[in-house]
């Protein structure tokens, strides 16, 4: 007897179900919030849904992957499907911007250069998932913590509670996120680098896409690097500005 299987590919799945998230925030969680604030809340809602999905998904994915594994393995279905994931997330965050802040070129030309790499991988190379997700891991393994700290810090001016659970968050998600990204991304990209510059890969992932890997990936982290180095001058700034308070 002949069984009919109709597959339904995951992208398209995964983009209904930000798209279903982020309409969700925008006319429920924060239907009260300012029309900028409710924007912005609502992105940050679905890269909650995003985040720590993504890097239990992947850190899984990376594991089951049967030895021997290597940043030149071809993807397994698991891989694969942590990368639809994140594309349908960035798709979505992406028209987010456009929509409603198109000139941030900062976060518009990111998710582009992300999307590059998560697509290519997924749908042109078809390998390399294992350099990739474990980058996904360690830029996602900070996004719970982000996103409550800047859901706090949007409403901080009209919530005393947020206004307080915004400063007590400032100092240790400041120190994890320079750890993540200042310390073992970098050293993390330095292996993929060392290893795709070995040739060991060149048989199945092209010198200009890995290469091209490295330029977007090693342009995030410096984007991320200076934008907590700004953050860590916010919070020298109002420490020293509030003991000047105490003492006068």
């Not at 000139?103 to 590059?116: A, E, K, M, R, S």
């Not at 199945?204 to 200076?226: E, F």
Request: a neutral charge; charged letters at 10%; aromatic letters at 14%.
């Amino acid at each position: 007897m002949e069984t009919n299987c109709f597959y339904i590919p995951d992208l398209p799945v995964f983009l209904v179900g930000f798209l279903l998230v982020y309409v969700f925030g925008y006319v429920g969680v924060f239907r009260g919030w300012g029309s900028k604030q409710q924007q912005e809340a609502s992105s940050c809602l679905i890269s909650l849904a995003h985040g720590t999905p993504a890097v239990l998904m992947a850190i899984h994915a990376i594991l089951s992957t049967e030895q021997p594994r290597s940043f030149a393995s071809a993807n397994s279905t698991r891989q694969n499907f942590v990368l639809e994931f994140s594309i349908a997330y960035f798709l979505v965050d992406l028209l987010h911007y456009l929509l409603f802040f198109p000139n941030d070129f900062l976060f518009i030309g990111h998710h582009l250069g992300t999307l590059y790499v998560l697509i290519t991988c997924r749908y042109v190379v078809k390998h390399g998932a294992m350099a990739i997700l474990g980058i996904l891991v360690l830029a996602e393994v900070t996004s719970a913590c982000q996103n409550i700290w800047s859901l706090a810090g949007s409403r901080k001016k009209e919530d005393p509670t947020a206004s307080k659970l915004h400063r007590f968050m400032s100092p240790p998600f400041s120190a994890f996120y320079s750890t993540v990204r200042g310390i073992l991304a970098p050293l993390f990209l330095y292996e993929i680098g060392v290893f795709y510059s070995s040739g060991a890969a060149d048989n199945v992932i092209p010198r200009l896409v890995w290469i091209s890997w490295m330029i977007v990936v090693v342009a995030g982290i410096l984007g991320s690097m200076l934008w907590i180095l700004n953050l860590w001058m916010e919070l020298f700034r109002s420490k020293s500005h509030l003991e000047q308070k105490m003492v006068s």
